[in-house]
Nanobody
Framework: VPLVESGGGLVQTGGSLRLSCSTP????????IGWFRQAPGKEREGVSC????????YYADSVKGRFTASSNNAKNTVYLQMNDLKPEDTAVYYC??????????????????????????WGLGTQVTVSS
């Protein structure tokens, strides 16, 4: 499995969780990593994107100021720190990797929203449930 998410769970409104995305098959310094979520009956939503290679990051308006993406390059792991969680944050959270830099030779960036089709590999997801 190229990417593995962990850290999901059940938390009360206002609580925090930190999701991890382990990328044993890829180097986080070279590729953009995105975070998406999908709630039952809803479309997959792009939450965040981080590019270590060019230092850019993106956050959806719905999570801006509450979620922060970061990386541990030595561990090849990307994190999503989620604070002030709300019931509407309840969803399965996925991480995905954009490998376009292999083809283009240009670092994949996160200066703007990156749609799901631009990502090449996905993890299996981790459930986040926020109780009211």
């Amino acid at each position: 499995v190229p990417l593995v998410e962990s850290g999901g769970g059940l938390v009360q409104t206002g609580g925090s969780l930190r999701l991890s995305c382990s990328t044993p098959g890829f180097t986080v310094e070279e590729h953009a990593i995105g975070w998406f979520r999908q709630a039952p009956g809803k479309e997959r939503e792009g939450v965040s994107c981080i590019s270590v290679s060019d230092g850019t990051s993106y956050y959806a308006d719905s999570v801006k100021g509450r979620f922060t993406a970061s990386s541990n390059n030595a561990k090849n792991t990307v994190y999503l720190q989620m604070n002030d969680l709300k019931p509407e944050d309840t969803a399965v959270y996925y991480c995905a990797v954009d490998l376009s830099s292999i083809i283009t030779g240009v670092p994949s960036t996160c200066h703007e929203r990156k749609p799901a089709y631009k990502y090449d590999y996905w993890g299996l997801g981790t459930q986040v449930t926020v109780s009211s």
